[in-house]
């Protein structure tokens, strides 16, 4: 269990950006991907922002290959286009040259299609049309689309344990490369938005008309958006065998699950502490090597509450900059572990941190402030990047400098 992972590659792709590169320059510029939704049709388009990729699924099948009728979600669709830059950034032109997995991870799968064909299905009188589209809203199939068009074949899996999902496949990949089952796993996740997840978050009455305010005192509630991002972790034999670029170490990570309620996180932020803590054991690192914790922060009142608590509670003396960069790119649900790691690998890679937007009132809970202006020409030796559940699954994920 000794072994070391490090990270080789990355691909994403959201409303800020359609490749890394972008991305960078999104985030340093300040440049977030707020606005009306155009493309998924629902009642709350005028009412309701989010953070839309502005390309339609005609556009994506055109960009990755796929002809129409082929039955590619948008989900695989946006997993297709993020691996294909993390395996081209990793050097990766062989995918069989090694034992190589992928593992990803989303929360609604091809919803988005059975919604558009739901009311077509119901008034069918043959089982044969509802069983053509069910599998899609299975959320393995956007995995499975994704290993074919690549070639992958090795191992094929999908985790969805909510807002940590990506994360939590990011654990899983490490693992497997330290129990010696696989060289290199390609890890991360891809979601979009569907009426499905955009009513069911308005239900709970935790999404913000305007743009959302993470760690605010008048904070109203979170912005959803879509993406899709992976990194390519590999064995530290792989690359004795193979030198390439790295662009971090994974030398900590930690799954904590309080079980405190089915939506909400536990009040006095338990979980969050005991996931940065373990972390952070992993790595033989302490409170004051951590450089910057990129928060999940998704600015409703509870989570971000439990995760500030945490924080003071965890670091006292010693708190680094923190920051959600949620207000960049949205909540991207199962994805916003892959899109906040590969924002703390650029964060490491260009000694900048980045970050928390629309910031005004200090919570009169906490005695902690996060970061509100970008900082750039800094030493970045060691991220904390945290993912946080609902159900109580929290994940914390620690990368350092190679």
């Known amino acids: 269990m000794s072994m070391k992972v490090y990270v080789t590659g990355m691909g994403i792709?959201?409303?800020?950006?359609?490749?890394?590169?972008?991305?960078?320059?999104?985030?340093?510029h300040l440049r977030t991907g707020f606005?009306?939704?155009?493309?998924?049709?629902?009642i709350h388009k005028d009412t309701l922002p989010a953070f839309e990729i502005k390309i339609t699924d005609s556009e994506l099948r055109s960009m990755v290959g796929v002809p129409e009728g082929e039955g590619y979600s948008r989900t695989a669709l946006l997993g297709i286009i993020a691996v294909k830059e993390a395996l081209q950034s990793a050097d990766i032109s062989d995918i069989n040259e090694a034992r190589t997995g992928l593992i990803s991870s989303t929360t609604v799968g091809g919803m988005r299609e059975f919604e558009a064909d739901y009311l077509n299905l119901i008034d069918s009188s043959k089982e044969g049309p509802f069983m053509q589209f069910a599998h899609v809203v299975d959320t393995g199939e956007h995995a499975e689309r994704i290993a074919d068009h690549f070639g992958?074949?090795?191992y094929v899996n999908t985790v969805s344990t909510a807002?940590?999902?990506?994360?939590?496949?990011?654990?899983?990949?490490a693992e497997l490369?330290?129990?010696g089952k696989l060289d290199r796993v390609?890890?991360?996740?891809?979601?979009?938005l569907s009426r499905f997840t955009l009513n069911g978050f308005n239900s709970l009455m935790i999404l913000d008309k305007g743009h959302s305010k993470p760690f605010d005192a008048n904070r109203s509630g979170v912005n959803l958006g879509e993406g899709a991002a992976y990194i390519v972790l590999e064995s530290e034999e792989m690359l004795k065998k193979h030198p390439k670029k790295i662009w971090a170490e994974l030398t900590g990570y930690s799954n904590s699950n309080d079980a405190y309620h089915q939506t909400a996180s536990s009040p006095d932020g338990d979980g969050a502490l005991l996931s940065m803590q373990r972390a952070m054991d992993m790595a033989g690192l302490k409170t004051s090597d951590i450089d910057y914790i990129n928060c999940h922060g998704t600015a409703t009142e509870n989570n971000d509450l439990s995760e500030a608590l945490a924080i003071q509670n965890l670091f006292g003396e010693h708190i680094p900059p923190f920051a959600s960069t949620k207000p960049y790119t949205g909540h991207t649900l199962a994805a916003a572990g892959g899109v906040e790691t590969i924002f703390s690998l650029l964060s490491i890679n260009h000694d900048v941190v980045f970050p928390n937007l629309n910031f005004k009132d200090q919570m009169p809970e906490i005695?902690?402030?996060p970061l509100i202006s970008i900082e750039k020409n800094i030493p970045v030796n060691n991220i904390l990047s945290n993912s946080f559940g609902f159900g109580g699954s929290n994940t914390s994920l620690l990368f350092s400098k190679a």
């Open 163 to 173: 807002c940590s999902s990506a994360s939590n496949a990011i654990i899983l990949g």
């Open 35 to 42: 606005g009306k939704i155009e493309l998924l049709p629902t």
């Open 186 to 192: 390609i890890c991360g996740g891809s979601d979009v």
């Open 177 to 179: 490369i330290k129990h």
């Open 13 to 28: 792709i959201s409303s800020i950006g359609m490749n890394t590169a972008e991305h960078l320059d999104s985030l340093l």
């Open 367 to 369: 005695t902690i402030t």
């Open 152 to 154: 992958i074949r090795d």
